[in-house]
């Protein structure tokens, strides 16, 4: 089965200052992929996906990810962090089976 | 967008009883799973089904069945509980045949004491 690493556990950045938390996965074939993110007492909010085509995916909120083939990786970036995106941070791999399979999520503090 | 309800926010139960957790979605979507979410562990798929008395078992199946009836409903049973069955349940939902997005409900908190 396809499986997910997120290698930060938690990642601490400065309100303004850019972000990039990143996502390695494991899958034999296309992969499709996705980050969701989850503030404190919500459910999963997907921000963006990758199926095919343009590299580059652009999301909600300012989001925005890169698919490396080579890397095997899909990290997710934002230029500018807003204290409001505080919350974990799930990146997923979908296989043609419709199932999915979830990193065990980045925790994100903003500090003022 | 797909609304997924999950039949309780927070339960506690007591070690050796018999729990089920619901989830109800309003569309016609085909595909219904169940996680459980853990801090340092993320989401791990417990069961999913692909339609009406299908079932396929995830990557921690044991403790755990399911059953789904009718298309909208699809319940995670815990036959015993047991302490280390304490956890955040998830419910999610997705269209069959093309790979779109899942679709999550507000998530279930239970506690086994």
């Not at chain 1, 970036?77 to 791999?93: I, L, N, T």
């Amino acid at each position: 089965a396809q499986s997910v690493t997120q290698p930060d556990i938690h990642i601490t950045v400065s309100e303004g200052a850019s972000l990039e938390l990143r996502c390695n996965y494991s899958y034999g074939a296309t992969p499709y992929l996705f980050w969701y993110v989850q503030s404190p007492g919500q459910g999963l909010q997907l921000l963006l996906k990758y199926f095919s085509g343009d590299t580059l995916v652009q999301g909600i909120k300012g989001f925005e990810a890169e698919f490396k083939r080579s890397q095997s990786s899909f990290n997710l970036r934002k230029p500018s962090v807003h204290w409001s995106d505080a919350a974990e941070y799930f990146c997923a791999v979908g296989s043609i089976n419709n199932d999915m399979r979830f990193g065990a999520g980045t925790r994100l503090t903003v500090k003022p | 967008d797909v609304k997924v309800t999950q039949s309780s926010r927070y339960l506690v139960k007591r070690t050796g009883e018999k729990v089920f957790l619901e989830c109800v979605q309003d569309m016609d979507h085909e595909n219904m799973f169940w996680y459980r979410q853990d801090p340092g562990l993320g989401l791990r798929l417990i069961y999913f089904s692909y339609d009406v008395k299908m079932k396929e078992k995830g990557d921690i199946p044991e403790g755990y069945s399911v059953s789904r009836e009718k298309k909208e409903r699809f319940s995670l049973i815990l036959e015993s509980a047991s302490t280390n069955q304490t956890s955040m349940y998830l419910c999610a939902v997705h269209r069959q045949g093309i790979i779109y997005e899942q679709y999550f409900g507000p998530g279930t908190r239970l506690t086994v004491t």
